[in-house]
């Protein structure tokens, strides 16, 4: 069974940092892409960061790139999202996804992602 697990979330100032973790079980950890989505009231849910576990390749939405850094741990099949700088835009529940690797490419789009986790919210305040 494929589980994701995020972890991490919290309450934090504006200009603060959190680290967000994801667990994952149930699969080939190396032969997946894992990406980080989020949804804030009222919006939907999009894209902020993805990488390749294979390749170490990565993607970052305009909105986060220089403030958070995505990462994985093979030997703990845990991914991770290091966000600095945080903003009350920032605000939201972050999701962690996951998909089969794609050879030249990177799925990127929430319709693309076949396994979630349960989310973690994260708050910024002014």
């Known amino acids: 069974e494929v589980q994701l697990v995020e972890s991490g979330g919290g309450l934090v100032q504006a200009g603060g940092s959190l680290t967000l973790s994801c667990v994952a079980s149930g699969f080939a950890f190396d032969d997946y892409t894992l990406c980080w989505f989020r949804q804030a009231p009222g919006k939907k849910r999009e894209g902020v960061s993805c990488?390749?576990?294979?390749?170490?390749?990565?993607w970052y939405a305009d909105s986060v790139k220089g403030r958070f850094t995505i990462s994985s741990d093979k030997a703990k099949s845990t991914s991770y999202l290091r966000m600095n700088s945080l903003k009350p835009e920032d605000t939201a529940v972050y999701y962690c996804?996951?998909?089969?690797?794609?050879?030249?490419?990177?799925?990127?789009?929430?319709?693309?992602?076949?396994?979630w986790g349960q989310g973690t919210q994260v708050t910024v305040s002014s």
């Open positions: 990488i390749d576990n294979s390749e170490g390749t990565t």
């Open positions: 996804a996951a998909t089969p690797r794609i050879v030249g490419g990177m799925a990127r789009y929430e319709y693309e992602y076949d396994y």
